[in-house]
């Protein structure tokens, strides 16, 4: 439903498009023979604004989707709520590092022959009710498939990216019977489009799972559609459920990291769900000032993420001097937009992401006395906030604006607290590059992976962060970061927050820089090499595209596998 493309394109809201994008960056590079399929969205996803008292705003985002991308010939239709509407594909190359190029194919309804009600399903990403969320998902699924046939894809795999495209699993079924109506469907039927599709789930978050009433699929998904869908169990407590539909037709099943895998077996307790966790671009992630010595030290990082361990051989000086470069660049940033002029020696702490009311970005703030307290003890504090709330979430935004005045009330010599404006791309390199640390506190187990801190850690910037998620896997104490103790009560949880700033990191930080480099050191060594995705996508590769085809496909032409 969303990739994060290019940075002047507002076709992401977090970090589940940005993830997306990420892979395709390494798709490119390494030469897989692969196509991605989203929305157009037109009107983006929201530019964000923010008053002195913390209160969100919204504003489309319209971008020139002619400028940037190249229209296809054909035009497919599909019924939505009795209407028949027609979508048209624009394609993006997405250029890798060894000059390979995948497409990505935005659908667009904004068609002249369309009802004016439909011309406007592919303009906002998770804009709208829930009716519209039903229609784009008919879109993305349905109209993915017949777009991808219509431009003479023979996919040997389909991978869905989250249950927002579950809906192809209907249109491969429909290719295979061939006009029969789905009624007919038989198992062998289905065991072929199974064999076809993978399915990615992404949140132990209920909410983050699509439901629509059956009243709702009746009506715009159709009777036929939605009686098949029910007669295969694809409902869960009375609602269509997208991630059963998902689930139902897929060979293979997973969580983004080891834990997420679990939680998702107790979730969907009869189905097999393996992990595969996630990762970042590791191009796109790390600096400039870092890339120039990672191109001097390891020459074929961008095409080998793994030679990242040899980060392990650059000196401690290298280090510094990068980090500074990249923590000035930061500081700029912020006193462009917000006139301040942070200290280039303060300790600097970062945290943004979407404000999720499970992510607590207000944590930190359980007991504000002692936190200004260990500020003014140890040397000072400097804290960077950003992050946008779905224009529906009314606890997001309430967390934003909690922080926006707990800033204002403490602000002062020894702590300065900042909440930037509108979170995207540029911003969050920026952020997890040039702050000391990055902060993450979610409650368990809600964070189905993360990713922000992997993108920290190719730049030497170690986590403070609860154990959830990827962090479970890239944590070593004193080494890539600290963990925060979590339990059920929050104010243990900020506790440990608190001893470790006061007696671990500060300490550290100002009293003992070479070993505070060494850590930053043994940050990327150990976790840049292996929280990107090019790993990510050779076990997706070998685990979940081609299990039994391995050892043909290291000896076959790319075209070879395109074909099969
Ligand atoms: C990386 C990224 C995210 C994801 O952050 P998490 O730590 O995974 O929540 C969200 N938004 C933007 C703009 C990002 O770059």
Redo the contacts with the bound molecule.
Sequence with gaps: MEI?VAPDMPTYS??LG?LAGDTLRSAADMGLPLAAVTLAHRKGYFRQYLDANGVQTEEPQPWNIEERLSPEAPVITIEIEGRPVAVRAWRYDLHGVTGHSIAIYFLDADLDQNDPRDRVLTDRLYGGDSDYRLRQEIILGIGGVRILDALDYKAAVYHMNEGHAALLTLALLEDQLQGQPLATANDQDIAVVRQKCVFTTHTPVPAGHDRFSLEQAHRILGDKRTSFLEKKDCTHEGLLNMTYIALRFSRFVNGVAMQHGKVSREMFPEYNISAITNG?HAATWTSAPFQSIFDRHMPRWRQDNVTLRYAIDISEEEIESAHTQAKQLLIDTVAQRTGITLKADVFTIGF???AATY?RADLLFTDPERLVRCAHEQGGLQILYSGKAHPADEPGKAKIRHVIELAKELNSDAIRIIYLEN???E???LL?SGVDVWL?TPKRPYEA?????M?AALNGVPSLSILDGWWIEGWIEGVTGWAIEDNDDEADEAGSLYDHLERVLLPLFYSQPQQWRRIMRSTIALNGSFFNTQRMLEQYVVNAYFPEERVQQTVEKPDAVLAR
Aim: proline share 0%.
């Design positions: 994060a977090g970090g940005v970042v943004a992401r979407r992510k979170y995207e791309w911003l969050g390199a997890t993450n992976s993360g990713t922000s801190g993108k």
